[in-house]
Each structure stands twice: as structure tokens, then as C-alpha cells.
């Protein structure tokens, strides 16, 4: 589940604002339980848990199921979530001027993918899943969300810089999560960038998720397969390269030959990672993030 600063997400954080609530979600996080197991285990009464656990489930963190029980029906809680990532509002470097291009994800310009791999536009699937030469069809200008297990896709943009201004910083901002056959929250992936032939770093993404429908994922998309990625900027800078503040690689803009007349970008699951566990790219009309590739460049 992905979080932002705004009155869209204050369900989760208030349903989260409470002692008792946080120790449901623990119980939760061992076995589903009904309402009077977890009343035993809380020492409270059931009516005031079936309180919490309306709350819980109105946050999308919890889900309740009708089972027989041994007097005819009792609903069982089931934890939904096990990652929460807060999206908090980007940080502006004022005193650089910038650059910034947008790469549609169908817009690649070299690829070898291998399955469970697929595309599909904002309306339907292009071509067959699991085949990979459908990732030369000409619709794939229109995809909107993109998988593979294994194996890389590339993308060009041109460097905008004119002689004269200095590179600062560059930034690369996209959306993408693991690739699982249906989904898998808890599914790590190794995906390594590449910059003009450059290795940046490896990312481990944790998981593929569908624990709830993408905010812009289109109504037809199957509600078990991937819903959402993360949203994750790399940076380069003067210090070294990092993926939301983390250490990513010593790499520096210093290392980057800024006279190039494009930037080719290379995201890549190697064969012989330790978690080959695949990519899914979103675009702008999938997952959490009206947005595509986007490249920004600071200069002075």
C-alpha cells in the first residue's frame, strides 16, 4: 500500500492512530482470527474490537470473511497489507535550472525479455501473454504497464544540455514493482539500472503487489495480478548515486560523459541475480503514479 501527504490517505493514518488497532494488526499478522479470539486476546469486549475492525477494514487494511462456524456463520479478519511505503511530497533544488523529458514505457528501443513477460495498452492486452515477440508489436508505443521475469528493456531520450552548462544532478523517476505469475507482496526481485552503458546500482524490489486495486489501474485489469509498483527516484549527484536517499552506487555525474547526444537507460533482471524474481513497469494510466519515465536534469 502506498501512502501521500494529502486528505486522500487520512483513513489509513487515523485506523493506524491507536494502540489497540496496532496490536489487531499484529495478531493478524500470525493467524486470521474472529472477533471473539481476538476480544480474548486484547482482553476487551467484542463489541468494542468490532469497532477497531470496522476502522481496520475501511482503511483497506484488513479484509473479513464469512466461514461456518460451529453456531452458522462468523467472519474472519485477514491482514490485506504487509508493506506500507508514505510518499512524501518531492523536495525542489531552486537554484538549479532543469531539463525534463517524459518516456512512455511502450517507448523502448531495445529488449530481450523472457516469461512470464506481457504488455497491455490502457484498454485491453497486446498480443498473447508470455510470448515475447509481442514486445515488438507496433502497439507497444501504447502500453501502459509492461512484466518480465528476466532480462532487460531499454530506453533512449536526447541530453538536453548546451555547451557551456554544467551537469549538477540527474534524476530518473519511474514506477515499478517485482513480476509474480498472478502477484506476491513478499517476492524480491534484483533490478539493476544502467546509464549509457554505465551499471548504476541494483534496487531489490520486495515484492509484486495486488493487495489493492492501482489508483489509475483501468476497471478491466484482473484484480490478482499486479495493481501498483513503487515509486522510485535515482539520483545522480557530485557525491555518488542513490535510489530515495540510499546509497545506490559511487557513481557520480563527474563519471558521465555529458557531451553525449542522448541518454540510453537499460532496467535489467540478470540471469545470474540472487533473486531473479522478474519486473513490472506502470505508466501513467497504471498503478499509483500519473507518470512515466521521467528524466530531469540540473544544470548550471
Not at 44 to 73: D, F, Y
Not at 145 to 162: E, R
Request: negative net charge; aromatic residues 12%; charged residues 25%.
Amino acid at each position: 500500500m502506498q501512502l501521500e501527504i494529502d486528505s486522500s490517505s487520512l483513513v489509513v493514518y487515523e485506523a493506524l492512530a491507536s494502540e489497540v488497532r496496532l496490536k489487531i494488526i499484529q495478531l493478524l499478522s500470525r493467524n486470521k482470527m474472529n472477533i471473539k479470539e481476538l476480544a480474548e486476546e486484547l482482553g476487551i469486549s467484542s463489541p468494542i474490537v468490532t469497532k477497531h475492525i470496522k476502522k481496520l477494514e475501511e482503511a483497506g487494511i484488513i479484509k473479513t470473511e464469512k466461514v461456518p462456524g460451529k453456531s452458522g456463520q462468523q467472519k474472519i479478519s485477514i491482514l490485506k497489507v504487509d508493506h506500507i511505503e508514505i510518499n512524501f511530497p518531492k523536495k525542489i533544488f531552486h537554484s538549479f535550472a532543469s531539463y525534463e523529458s517524459s518516456i512512455p514505457i511502450g517507448h523502448y528501443t531495445d529488449f530481450n525479455v523472457k516469461p512470464t513477460c506481457g504488455l497491455a495498452t490502457e484498454k485491453e492486452f497486446i498480443g498473447r501473454v508470455d510470448e515475447p515477440q509481442y514486445f515488438m508489436d507496433p502497439q507497444r508505443v501504447d502500453a501502459e504497464i509492461l512484466w518480465f521475469t528476466q532480462g532487460f528493456v531499454q530506453y533512449n531520450t536526447a541530453n538536453f544540455l548546451k555547451p557551456g552548462e554544467t551537469l549538477q544532478q540527474l534524476e530518473i523517476a519511474l514506477e515499478l514493482s517485482s513480476e509474480f505469475p498472478f502477484s506476491n507482496d513478499v517476492w524480491p526481485s534484483d533490478i539493476t539500472f544502467t546509464l549509457n552503458g554505465i551499471e548504476l546500482g541494483t534496487w531489490v524490489s520486495p515484492g509484486d503487489f495486488a493487495d489493492t486495486r492501482g489508483k489509475y489501474t483501468p476497471d478491466w485489469w484482473p484484480h490478482n495480478i499486479n495493481q501498483y509498483g513503487l515509486l522510485k527516484t535515482i539520483r545522480i549527484t557530485k557525491h555518488g548515486t542513490y535510489i530515495d536517499g540510499d546509497p545506490l552506487s559511487d557513481l557520480s555525474v563527474e563519471n558521465l560523459d555529458t557531451t553525449c547526444d542522448r541518454w540510453t537507460f537499460r532496467i535489467e533482471v540478470k540471469e545470474g541475480a540472487e533473486h531473479v524474481g522478474g519486473a513490472t513497469l506502470f505508466g501513467k494510466k497504471f498503478g499509483n503514479h500519473a507518470q512515466d519515465i521521467v528524466f530531469k536534469l540540473y544544470y548550471l
